[in-house]
């Protein structure tokens, strides 16, 4: 079946460390989406794209970076870890840009 | 600014009972969604509303869509424990700088009590 993976499920990393998630997907979608979930703030879109070498910026980029060199695969890097971007860090991807988003596991990311 | 918010943002209910989440959005919207996540786990789609007057249900849940009031509602038939979980709805833009970014609501916690 197709699906879409995270790696890794949880993560403890320093203040100032550059950290790397993955995402993974199978459906060849051209829609992937990161967002991050805090509570009280439902999810918040951190970056997008909607093909291979396109990427743009959510609402909260800031200290966030992304590439797509593929279909599949949509990492999203944090340049210089703060305690700010502890949070669970989800990955979505859709058939086209206005069709219901398939979620990933999810990471959970603390910054000490 | 888009906004999506929902209410009530914690929702305890007793089993066989019902009851109405609400989902207002600020802006003019393509298309509305609904999803669930239970505690620790990835979101779960339930609905797609596409246009004014959609209506769409499954078991106890049944959704429907306002575009004209951008309102949402989530109603829950004969609550069973099994329910329990958190409702997000979330909304994608018809165009321009918003399409296909979903902006979701704050989430509601449902709890469902025997």
């Known amino acids: 079946d197709a699906e879409i993976t995270q790696s890794p499920r949880h993560k403890i990393t320093e203040t100032g460390r550059q950290v790397t998630l993955a995402c993974h997907q199978t459906?060849?979608?051209?829609?992937m989406f990161w967002y991050r979930q805090d509570l009280g703030h439902g999810l918040r879109l951190i970056h997008y794209?909607?093909?291979?070498?396109?990427?743009n910026k959510g609402e909260v980029s800031d200290g966030y970076s992304v590439s797509r060199s593929n279909t599949e695969d949509l990492p999203l890097t944090l340049e210089s870890a703060a305690s700010s971007q502890t949070s669970v860090y989800f990955c979505?991807?859709?058939?086209?840009?206005?069709?219901?988003?398939?979620f990933g596991q999810g990471t959970r990311l603390t910054v000490v | 600014e888009l906004k999506v918010e929902q209410n009530p943002l914690f929702l305890s209910m007793q089993e066989g009972k019902n009851y109405t989440i609400y989902c207002n959005y600020s802006?003019?919207?393509?298309?509305l969604y609904w999803y669930r996540q239970d505690p620790g786990k990835s979101l779960e789609s339930l609905f797609v509303?596409?246009?004014?007057?959609a209506v769409k249900q499954e078991g106890r849940l049944m959704a429907s869509l306002d575009t004209k009031a951008r309102l949402s509602t989530l109603h829950i038939t004969a609550a069973v424990h099994d329910l329990s979980a958190t409702y997000f709805c979330?909304?994608?833009?018809?165009?321009?700088?918003?399409?296909?970014?979903?902006?979701f609501g704050q989430g509601t916690i449902l709890t469902v009590h025997p």
């Open positions: 979330a909304r994608s833009g018809a165009g321009g700088t918003s399409y296909g970014k979903l902006t």
């Open positions: 509303l596409l246009s004014n007057g």
């Open positions: 794209s909607y093909g291979v070498q396109d990427t």
């Open positions: 459906w060849n979608h051209n829609n």
């Open positions: 802006t003019t919207s393509d298309r």
């Open positions: 979505a991807s859709s058939e086209r840009p206005n069709t219901e988003a398939f």
